[in-house]
């Protein structure tokens, strides 16, 4: 059928909606049965030690099904985006129709052509720019009429190599098994990312179903399988926890604490909804603290994507919910910035490292920051490996303690950052912004005048630290810890001296940097989205905007 800007006026695009409905509830039964075959069949080996053929059918078993759950769910996104497509040409041909008629000419939908209606022309004036509406107007149309025609054929594409993609496993690929997933363990994020992409989709498919936990923390994975796996391993580590809860033992207070941990991330996911991205879980790690790295949208897509890293006493059950109320709240503010393009800033919470503790004396030291480097770097060199299309505008950020673990990877050379972004800092283990390897004017600090962590360097250390043991507030008490550690941190990133761009912080404390309203948030929110010209600074140069 000839695609013609009449048969896209006439396309109903709800048709197209109901369609990608049935397709994914069909992708959604094979993943249930796919699960449900998973549990039954999973301890075969197990109960019948001698049955290997049994296994070897239950696994290509397995892979077969995983074949067709896929293309199925991809034919529904691509019904879906076709559905969503057509809604937006027929708006577009909807409103050159109005313009033509509002200037006296016709459209005729099937060449894709205008016309002056007879009698229209009435003055010597009109007929001397309707040469110049009829060749604009005409130009419009044969470009909506090419992307329609573009559309239909993208879509049959799409569609046709879902159809091709629901064979079996003797047709198929080979069986991803441990043996190659071992030999990647320790390469680079490009390395594991092109070894990924040489994957079937069934091979990606049985990895995440059968090592899930492994699949969610590889740096070099996609973020939208990274999530997947994720998902799949803190359940089975939830059902595992909650197994030996039954059972006498003497770990009964760490698995308690790690079930606390387990509902938490399910809350944030259930949260963040179609934004949230599980990037790496661990809710036992680290004594029960946890470790964690999770979306808000997208980083493989966005075109702005800022991770970031807390600080000292930070805790996966303790600190989630204000955590990921600062992420969400610089997601908005930089996304408000780019243009009304919904999707296009992600912003990580990253808790990969483990935290000092406000009792703890390791947050004198740089033993957690320098733990912190290598695992941060890693993270970082994924998500620009795995991005989609053009670079990102990558940025690295930190708050208090977080800012160390920030400064220890950009001082080795090999953080893949457009912008560095520090707040409330104690210090980066650097003394200028040029040993953080790259443009002074894209090292951001921002502390408020009442912030005094970052105000440690004008005071004695150990004056501080009483300060702080000798308040009844926790609050300053944490202060106190994290102050009198200046000295070992380096001079604050704020200070005279040290080259940043030092960003106007217009709240109070060391906790407010993310109040709603604040120019704190405003400042770097517009950093991440990459609209430098608006900062406010006490003092620094401006880079020009990312356009």
């Known amino acids: 059928m000839t695609v013609t800007l009449a048969l896209l006026r006439d396309t109903d695009p709800a048709a197209y909606a109901e369609a990608a409905d049935a397709w994914g509830r069909l992708a959604e039964a094979m993943d249930d049965r796919l699960d449900e075959f998973v549990a039954d069949s999973r301890d075969l080996s197990t109960v019948w030690p001698t049955g290997t053929e049994a296994e070897r059918r239950a696994a290509a078993l397995r892979v077969e099904i995983a074949n067709t759950h896929e293309p199925c769910r991809r034919i529904s996104q691509a019904l879906r985006a076709h559905g969503d497509a057509v809604w937006q040409l027929q708006g577009m041909l909807g409103a050159i129709v109005a313009e033509c008629a509002g200037n006296g000419l016709t459209v005729d939908l099937f060449t894709a052509t205008v016309s002056a209606v007879p009698g229209s022309v009435t003055d010597t004036a009109q007929a001397a720019r309707m040469p110049g509406l009829v060749q604009g107007y005409n130009e419009q149309l044969r470009d909506l009429a090419a992307r329609a025609v573009q559309l239909d054929e993208q879509t049959r594409a799409a569609v046709r190599a879902g159809m091709h993609g629901t064979g079996g496993p003797g047709a198929g690929p080979e069986f991803a098994t441990c043996t190659p997933l071992d030999e990647v363990t320790g390469k680079s994020p490009a390395e594991v990312y092109d070894w990924w992409r040489s994957l079937s989709r069934a091979q990606q498919d049985q990895l995440i179903r059968d090592f899930?936990?492994?699949?969610?923390?590889?740096?070099?994975?996609?973020?939208?399988?990274?999530?997947?796996?994720?998902?799949?391993?803190?359940?089975?580590?939830?059902?595992?926890?909650?197994?030996?809860?039954?059972?006498?033992?003497?770990?009964?207070?760490?698995?308690?604490?790690?079930?606390?941990?387990i509902h938490k991330v399910e809350e944030a996911l259930n949260r963040l909804g179609d934004k949230g991205f599980l990037l790496g879980v661990d809710a036992g790690a680290y004594d029960g603290h946890g470790k964690l790295a999770i979306a808000v949208g997208n980083p493989d897509t966005a075109r702005h994507a800022g991770v970031w890293v807390p600080g000292l006493d930070s805790t996966l059950y303790g600190d989630m919910d204000t955590n990921l109320d600062r992420m969400i709240q610089m997601n908005r503010e930089a996304d408000r910035l780019t243009g009304g393009r919904g999707g296009d800033v992600s912003t990580v919470y990253w808790l990969g490292y483990d935290a000092p503790d406000l009792d703890n004396p390791s947050v004198l030291s740089e033993d957690r920051s320098v733990a912190g480097r290598d695992p941060y770097l890693n993270f970082m060199n994924g998500l620009r490996a795995t991005h989609e299309g053009d670079p990102a505008h990558l940025v690295a950020m930190g708050h208090s303690y977080g800012s160390t673990v920030v400064g220890e990877a950009a001082r080795t050379g090999g953080l893949p950052v457009d912008d560095i972004?520090?707040?409330?800092?104690?210090?980066m283990h650097v003394d200028d912004a040029s040993q953080l390897h790259g443009d002074s004017r894209h090292v951001w600090a921002?502390?408020?005048?009442?912030?005094?962590?970052?105000?440690?360097?004008?005071?004695?250390?150990?004056?501080?630290?009483?300060?702080?043991?000798?308040?009844?507030?926790?609050?300053?008490?944490?202060?106190?810890?994290?102050?009198?550690?200046d000295g070992t941190h380096g001079d604050a990133p704020t200070s005279p001296g040290f080259g940043a761009n030092n960003w106007v912080a217009d709240t109070g404390g060391h906790t407010s940097y993310w109040n709603q309203g604040s120019d704190s948030l405003k400042n770097q929110a517009r950093i991440l989205a990459g609209m430098y010209s608006q900062t406010t600074l006490n003092s620094g140069e401006r880079p020009e905007d990312i356009r």
């Open 446 to 485: 921002g502390a408020s005048s009442t912030d005094p962590v970052a105000d440690a360097k004008f005071l004695a250390p150990w004056d501080k630290i009483m300060v702080g043991a000798a308040s009844p507030v926790a609050g300053v008490a944490l202060w106190g810890a994290e102050t009198a550690a």
């Open 212 to 261: 899930p936990e492994r699949i969610g923390w590889l740096d070099g994975v996609p973020a939208a399988d990274r999530d997947e796996a994720n998902r799949t391993a803190l359940d089975n580590r939830k059902q595992q926890v909650l197994q030996q809860l039954q059972q006498p033992t003497l770990e009964r207070d760490a698995l308690e604490k790690e079930l606390r941990n």
């Open 421 to 427: 972004v520090v707040a409330g800092s104690p210090g």
